[in-house]
T-cell receptor, first 115, second 110 residues
Framework: DSGVTQTPKHLITATGQRVTLRCSPR?????VYWYQQSLDQGLQFLIQ???????AKGNILERFSAQQFPDLHSELNLSSLELGDSALYFC??????????????FGPGTRLTVL | AQSVTQLGSHVSVSEGALVLLRCNYS??????LFWYVQYPNQGLQLLLK??????LVKGINGFEAEFKKSETSFHLTKPSAHMSDAAEYFC????????FGSGTRLSIRP
């Protein structure tokens, strides 16, 4: 058990819909990362938050957005869903001192299926 | 700038044979390097890490990796493969952000 929790575990929805994925980081970790993993594109970094503020952006679509709340949990919002958004979405957390990223601890993931 | 290259998207070895998964990196600053393992339908789990201390790093499940600055490599090895080692392995490098390699799927033949 990494200490990172994600809900829901599975999500099935239709094209055009909007969903919210939730992540609670390990106790004490200020950084939260979101990743998308699919068979054709592998593990893709989406976005990082550090103590409530956006820290880094990766290959995140404009239809996707995220935020980190004062209690440090984070949500990833996916809207106008397309079939190609079907994937595993992982959240990870880490401690971070200064500019150096330390090891990440991954949650179990949310499997999103868009029909 | 940082980058990671994992040579071989799929490696197959016999049970009991040596496991060698290759990782080369580039980094403009002294790197921190990691190996993660992902079992089917699970999240990534840290296997071992190099953070500028000993160059030979031992991890969980009998794996180890050696940091070679001259070769910009951080290859993962295990002397004797076990069926339970079948998984996807990711190498990663960090400075201000973390960069993951594309992963290597390890299969174990009985």
């Amino acid at each position: 058990d990494s200490g990172v929790t994600q809900t829901p575990k599975h999500l099935i929805t239709a094209t055009g819909q909007r969903v919210t994925l939730r992540c609670s980081p390990r106790s004490g970790d200020l950084s939260v990362y979101w990743y998308q993993q699919s068979l054709d594109q592998g593990l893709q970094f989406l976005i990082q938050y550090y103590n409530g503020e956006e820290r880094a952006k990766g290959n995140i679509l404009e239809r996707f957005s995220a935020q980190q709340f004062p209690d440090l949990h984070s949500e990833l919002n996916l809207s106008s869903l397309e079939l190609g958004d079907s994937a595993l979405y992982f959240c990870a957390s880490s401690a971070q001192t200064g500019d150096r990223v330390l090891e990440q601890f991954f949650g179990p993931g949310t499997r999103l299926t868009v029909l | 700038a940082q980058s990671v290259t994992q040579l071989g998207s799929h490696v197959s070895v016999s049970e009991g044979a040596l496991v060698l998964l290759r990782c080369n990196y580039s980094s403009s600053v002294p790197p921190y390097l990691f190996w993660y393992v992902q079992y089917p339908n699970q999240g990534l789990q840290l296997l071992l890490k190099y953070t500028s201390a000993a160059t030979l790093v031992k991890g969980i499940n009998g794996f180890e990796a050696e940091f070679k600055k001259s070769e910009t490599s951080f290859h993962l090895t295990k002397p004797s493969a076990h069926m339970s080692d079948a998984a996807e392995y990711f190498c990663a490098v960090t400075a201000s952000k973390i960069i993951f390699g594309s992963g290597t799927r390890l299969s174990i033949r009985p």
